[in-house]
């Protein structure tokens, strides 16, 4: 197979599990600014969960794929990718942890002495916090993947996930630049995902190349782990924006009590 023919293919796969556009509520909301800063919070700390849960998984994937490797370059390079993630996620959260401290402190000027929170911290509120079911879903289907499924039966699945991922991160860095006054550094962690580099896209295509001359693509395995990774991804964003909205109606009532 030539190098066309797995560009077909992984097309093919991101345009079969690409989400739907009205599915996220959440990203339409930090690209014009008017997500809270508990969902800023929110996605900060969840994301360091899933990034150390994915690199774990990628590195699992790259050992069981050591017979082909091409595709354990692939997996080892997104493995590389969570550790760069990592440290730039912690730039985020300390902007973040800021973002949420002069909201906070904007609500205590209001209520008057004694009001407003107890503040976030440089690190962007990880004390105390308890990860949301449905944002944790994804990271432990990856890990199911990664000691279950075909190596050969994820690239492509993974490969359209990412491209998603992607356009949610160019979209939230321009809100974040545009409404919530976030610098480069800032914004780091999601330019990373947004534009990846012209090497990823050819580590993936050597890695689909690499399993369809073997003849080991799986592609009702393809399928059903890129449906699955695309309802688990919606599931994160609607668990982030749910958890603003508990926050919110407790407010409300609060005051309606006061």
């Known amino acids: 197979m030539g190098r066309t023919e797995a560009r077909d293919l992984l097309e093919r796969a991101r345009a079969e599990f690409a989400p739907d556009p009205g599915a996220n509520r959440t990203?339409?909301?930090?690209?014009?600014?008017?997500?809270?800063?508990?969902?800023?919070?929110?996605?900060?700390?969840?994301?360091?969960?899933?990034?150390?849960?994915?690199?774990?998984?990628?590195?699992?994937?790259?050992e069981r794929a050591a017979a082909m490797p091409r595709c354990?370059?692939?997996?080892?390079?997104?493995?590389?990718?969570?550790?760069?993630?990592?440290?730039?996620?912690?730039?985020?959260?300390?902007?973040?942890?800021?973002?949420?401290?002069?909201?906070?402190?904007?609500?205590?000027?209001?209520?008057?002495?004694?009001?407003?929170?107890?503040?976030?911290?440089?690190?962007?509120?990880?004390?105390?916090?308890?990860?949301?079911?449905?944002?944790?879903a994804y990271p432990a289907f990856v890990a199911w993947l990664a000691l279950n499924a075909a190596p050969a039966g994820t690239v492509l699945a993974l490969a359209a996930n990412f491209s998603a991922w992607g356009g949610y991160c160019a979209r939230i860095a321009k809100g974040l630049r545009e409404h919530y006054g976030l610098d480069d550094t800032a914004c780091g962690f999601f330019d990373l995902f947004a534009t990846?580099?012209?090497?990823?896209?050819?580590?993936?295509?050597?890695?689909?190349?690499?399993?369809?001359?073997?003849?080991?693509?799986?592609?009702?395995a393809v399928r059903r782990h890129g449906r699955l990774l695309r309802s688990y991804e919606a599931g994160f964003w609607d668990a982030l924006l749910e958890g603003q909205e508990d926050q919110e109606g407790q407010g409300a009532r609060k005051g309606r009590e006061r």
Do not use: K, M, N
Not at 126 to 131: K, L, S, T, V
């Open 196 to 220: 990846p580099s012209p090497e990823y896209e050819e580590t993936v295509l050597a890695a689909v190349q690499e399993w369809s001359d073997a003849g080991r693509i799986d592609e009702a």
């Open 72 to 136: 354990a370059a692939y997996y080892a390079e997104l493995a590389r990718g969570e550790e760069v993630a990592a440290g730039r996620l912690e730039d985020f959260a300390r902007a973040v942890g800021a973002v949420a401290d002069a909201a906070e402190g904007a609500r205590g000027r209001e209520d008057g002495p004694g009001g407003g929170g107890h503040g976030h911290g440089p690190e962007g509120g990880g004390h105390g916090y308890e990860p949301r079911p449905g944002c944790q």
């Open 27 to 62: 990203v339409p909301l930090i690209e014009r600014g008017e997500a809270g800063a508990g969902v800023l919070r929110a996605l900060a700390l969840e994301e360091r969960a899933v990034v150390a849960a994915d690199r774990r998984a990628f590195l699992r994937l790259a």
